[in-house]
């Protein structure tokens, strides 16, 4: 039994575009190949692929796409 009740991972918006213009969905298509895209999007696969594995122990898992929130991304 594990002592994690929720591992939350904090990715980015910017796995989706090199521009974030217009509205993304979480299952919108991922064309964003920086390294610091790439990074979060391959973390967020292994999360996920891992939770199926450890499920069984009650523990949470999310990924969190975020945004900026004050300005653009660049």
């Given amino acids: 039994h594990s002592?994690?009740?929720?591992?939350?991972?904090?990715?980015?918006?910017?796995?989706?575009?090199?521009?974030?213009?217009?509205?993304f969905l979480e299952d919108s298509e991922t064309t964003n190949s920086?390294?610091?895209?790439?990074?979060n999007l391959i973390s967020e696969f292994l999360i996920n692929y891992?939770?199926?594995?450890i499920s069984n122990n009650n523990t949470i898992f999310l990924n969190l796409r975020l945004s900026n929130v004050i300005s653009c991304p660049h």
Avoid: D, V
Avoid at 5 to 15: L, N
Avoid at 17 to 22: I, P, R
Avoid at 34 to 39: I, K, R, V, W
Avoid at 50 to 53: G, L, P, R, V
């Fill in 50 to 53: 891992n939770s199926n594995f």
């Fill in 3 to 23: 002592k994690i009740k929720k591992f939350i991972f904090f990715s980015t918006a910017q796995i989706y575009s090199n521009k974030l213009e217009g509205k």
């Fill in 34 to 39: 920086t390294p610091y895209a790439q990074s």
